[in-house]
Each structure stands twice: as structure tokens, then as C-alpha cells.
């Protein structure tokens, strides 16, 4: 763990606040210019599930996301020693192609409230939400041909990759919710592709568009690829105790869905008599009042699914660095990229 310890201390360089608002200037402006090229009718969903425009069109400026996964490619590429501006489009596929998802899995949730207000589905109607869902990935695949960098040819394939383990994953996350057997081991395998593979999918791109050696890639995948996973967990554990001023969603929001995430799986699984209270509660056909959601929670974190949720994301963020250590990047981006994985693993806190 020296070398993780090392990371850590070297991890002296712009605040995560600092670098979000940083990559963010990067990314908006060509963001915008790619959207705006989609035709009329998806450019206003669009523009209102980013946050630009308002239900009516008009311009607004609203929460459009933290968009940590295009920091991620921008801070890689530049890890492999390249400017963080010529992973520009990279960046912008990748955040294009996380948004196809988030607008897909609102309508296949049923969710109402994204970052503080009504989702793109519940304003402009399921099919709208889907089209507009289907548009961006579109424009995510057009943006890397278009870029003229040698490697996009090899990024379109990496992105394609993951974007098909994203939707496997998302297709097991929605047949879970008609299980009572779910293995935490499925579940694991579920958020690894849900999740990490994007992830793991933006350090890699950013490392190629910085010129990165394939070893290098492979090292800055990992990385991106274990704090995907941590992400998930910490993401489930905001799904259920989450502050919904600070999610912008209903409280036990995924317990009221009866998502099997992962700290509910962990519950479920771990054989204690608050596990088995939890899977009578959880499966039974009628819906659960108010009232039970809060003693569903409690149940989770007496059975222990919380703590092993919050110890396991620990694991990954220090699996994480170990990757980001062997990725051999350049101080300064090395010692951001560490100040990223602990904002992503430890924003439950």
C-alpha cells in the first residue's frame, strides 16, 4: 500500500470543486455545439434534460450533472502527458453516450425528479425520452469520427464495448426486480457492467487520445473500471439514505422501485435474522407504505448490507489507485485523478 500512500500525499493539486468546474469549461462549449446540431424536435428534450432549456423551451441554467466521467477523460489524457484539450471530443462522446443511459433508465425506472426537477420523460413523454436517449448515442459515435484523432478509430470500438456492457448490465438490473435469488456475486457482475465499464471506458479513451502506450491504457482502465464499481456502491447507498436536497430524488427511492442494489443484496445475502425479515418485506406482492421504506432501511443496515457496501467501496478506491500508480501518469494529473476516485468513493460521507 506504499505507493497508494504515496498518491495520496501527493494529492495536492485543485480541489475536486475546482476540477469539475475546470473540465466543465472544457466540455460545455462543445457539448452544446454537438447537441445543437440534433434535429429540433430532440434538441429541445435535449436541451431540457441537460439542463439548458426549460420545459418550454426557453433558456435556463439548471443542475446538468457533475459530469465526473468526462473530467475522468480529460485528466487521463493528460496523464499520459498530452493537453487535457485534445481529448476534448473524446470527452464529450463519452458524457453524450452516459446521458443516452440516464434518460433510458428514467423511463425504465419509472423515476420522476433527475438533479431537482422533473425528468425528460415525465415533462415531453416516454417516447420523446427514449428518442432523445437514442439520438445522443448517435451523436456520441458522430463526435469521435469526426474528431480526425488517430485513435478514434480504436476509441469508437472501446466505447461501443462499453456501452454494450451498460446495457447488459442495465437489462440484469431490471430483470433483478422480478427475483428473489439474486447472488451477490450477480449483483456485483450487474454494477461492474452498469457502471464501471463507462467508466473504465473514459480513462482508457482519455489515455488514447493522450497517446498513452497500450499498457498504460490498460493500467488507467482498471482504474476507472474499480471506481466504477465503488461509484455504484456509493450511488446505491445514496439511492436509500441519500439527502434528497442533495440527490435530487424522492428518499428510498430505489427501495420504493424494490431495486436489488447492492447493499440490498448484500442484506438478502448475508444470512442474518434482519436479512430475512428484509426478503419477507421485500417480496411480497403489495406495494410497501411510507412507512415500511423507513423500516426497510433499517433492516438493510442491521443486516449489515450498509457497512459491507461502505467497506467494499473502500477496497475498490484503494484497488483504484493501486492501478493508477502502475499507470505511471504525470504528478500532476495522477495526484487529481486521486482527488477524483476519493470524491467518487466518498461522497456518502
Not at 420545459?55 to 496523464?79: F, Y
Not at 425528460?120 to 445522443?136: E, K, M, P, T, Y
Not at 461492474?192 to 489515455?207: N, R, S, V, W, Y
Request: aromatic letters at 4%; a negative charge.
Amino acid at each position: 500500500m506504499a505507493e497508494v500512500e504515496e498518491v495520496e500525499e501527493r494529492a495536492a493539486g485543485r480541489p475536486a470543486a475546482e476540477l469539475l468546474v475546470w473540465s466543465r469549461g472544457l466540455l460545455d462549449p462543445a457539448l452544446r455545439l454537438a447537441v445543437d446540431s440534433l434535429p429540433g424536435s430532440m434538441r429541445r428534450v435535449a436541451g431540457y434534460h441537460f439542463g439548458w432549456l426549460d420545459e418550454h423551451g426557453r433558456d435556463a441554467d439548471t443542475d446538468g450533472g457533475k459530469a465526473i466521467r468526462a473530467a475522468l477523460v480529460l485528466l487521463s489524457a493528460e496523464a499520459a502527458g498530452e493537453a487535457p484539450e485534445r481529448a476534448v471530443p473524446a470527452a464529450v462522446a463519452v458524457e453524450l453516450a452516459h446521458n443516452f443511459s440516464l434518460l433510458h433508465d428514467d423511463v425504465m425506472d419509472g423515476d420522476a425528479t433527475r438533479r431537482h426537477r422533473p425528468t425528460a420523460w415525465s415533462v415531453f413523454g416516454l417516447s420523446a425520452a427514449i428518442l432523445a436517449g437514442d439520438a445522443l448515442l448517435a451523436l456520441a459515435f458522430d463526435v469521435l469520427a469526426a474528431s480526425g484523432h488517430p485513435a478514434n478509430g480504436e476509441a469508437t470500438r472501446m466505447l461501443s464495448a462499453a456501452v454494450l456492457d451498460l446495457t447488459e448490465g442495465q437489462s440484469a438490473d431490471v430483470a433483478f426486480e422480478r427475483r428473489a435469488d439474486v447472488a451477490l456475486a450477480e449483483c456485483v457482475a450487474m454494477a461492474e457492467g452498469k457502471t464501471g465499464a463507462l467508466l473504465g471506458c473514459a480513462c482508457a479513451i482519455g489515455a488514447l487520445y493522450g497517446g498513452a502506450a497500450p499498457e498504460q491504457v490498460r493500467h488507467l482502465r482498471g482504474f476507472g473500471e474499480r471506481l466504477g464499481l465503488s461509484f455504484q456502491l456509493v450511488d446505491d447507498l445514496l439511492g436509500i439514505w441519500g439527502d434528497p436536497a442533495v440527490t435530487g430524488k424522492p428518499v428510498y427511492s430505489d427501495l420504493r422501485n424494490r431495486k436489488k442494489s447492492l447493499p440490498v443484496v448484500a442484506a438478502l445475502t448475508l444470512g442474518t435474522p434482519a436479512g430475512g425479515e428484509l426478503a419477507a418485506l421485500y417480496h411480497r406482492e403489495s406495494p410497501l407504505a411510507d412507512e415500511e421504506l423507513g423500516h426497510a432501511a433499517a433492516l438493510i443496515d442491521a443486516a449489515g448490507g450498509r457497512d459491507w457496501s461502505q467497506i467494499r467501496a473502500e477496497e475498490l478506491l484503494a484497488g483504484a489507485l493501486r492501478e493508477l500508480v502502475a499507470a505511471e501518469p504525470g504528478v500532476g494529473a495522477a495526484t487529481e485523478l486521486a482527488t477524483l476516485a476519493r470524491l467518487v468513493a466518498r461522497r456518502d460521507r
